[in-house]
């Protein structure tokens, strides 16, 4: 056999073999798709759960600051009224009034007043957290009624990739019928021989 018709015999196979094995099929890129699917949902989680976060970071922090001022309120109205209370004392001492009755009426007076100042403080807070805990709720509610998450689109199937085997080995065996058949079933080959039917290369 002469170097040209090798040359073309490797040529025509080697088109077939690419015809037949070349590129990803239905299945690898079936596999790719859920591999970028499972990527796609990790993300958009991570994104959801980021959001969440600052809600909850939000929430916290304020939270936190609520605290702080009840607690410095709380301080400042024992204050007020322990200064009261000693310049009551004071007062009393100095009209010898010490030791009556009036000093007890005066402590109890100002205990009651100093509890209901408490009090008031508390539900202020109380009216406080509600509002937070509201709003979280709302802010949370919101974010997941309206979460679009991305994801990619799933491919078409070609019927490539192992697919369609009877199809690919057709493909195949045109491309060799070509060199071997000539134009049609029957007919002498470009190289000698004939090429019946392609169903023979299977």
């Known amino acids: 056999m002469d170097p040209g018709t090798m040359l073309a015999i490797g040529s025509v196979a080697m088109k077939g073999l690419g015809s037949l094995f070349g590129g990803k099929g239905d299945d690898d890129a079936y596999k790719e798709y859920k591999k970028a699917m499972e990527r796609a949902r990790?993300?958009?989680e991570k994104r959801f759960q980021a959001t969440l976060g600052m809600y909850r970071d939000l929430y916290g922090r304020s939270m936190s600051g609520l605290d702080r001022r009840s607690n410095q309120g709380a301080a400042d109205i024992n204050a007020a009224f322990?200064?009261?209370?000693a310049r009551t004392m004071q007062d009393l001492t100095s009209r010898?009034?010490?030791?009556?009755?009036?000093?007890p009426s005066m402590r109890a007076g100002l205990t009651q007043r100093r509890i209901a100042a408490i009090n008031r403080l508390r539900d202020?807070?109380?009216?406080?957290?509600?509002?937070?805990?509201?709003?979280?709720?709302?802010?949370?509610?919101r974010t997941m009624a309206?979460?679009?998450?991305?994801?990619?689109?799933?491919?078409?199937?070609?019927?490539?990739?192992?697919?369609?085997?009877?199809?690919?080995g057709g493909?195949?065996?045109g491309a060799l019928s070509g060199a071997f058949g000539g134009g049609g079933s029957g007919a002498p080959g470009k190289f000698g021989g004939a090429l019946n039917d392609w169903t023979d290369l299977l």
Not at 96 to 103: A, D, K, Q, R, Y
């Open 96 to 103: 010898g009034l010490s030791g009556s009755t009036v000093l």
């Open 82 to 85: 322990a200064n009261e209370g």
């Open 124 to 141: 202020s807070v109380l009216d406080r957290r509600i509002n937070l805990d509201s709003a979280l709720t709302g802010n949370i509610a």
């Open 146 to 168: 309206s979460r679009v998450d991305s994801y990619p689109t799933m491919p078409k199937r070609t019927g490539g990739g192992g697919a369609n085997w009877f199809q690919m």
């Open 42 to 44: 990790l993300e958009n």
């Open 171 to 173: 493909q195949l065996a």
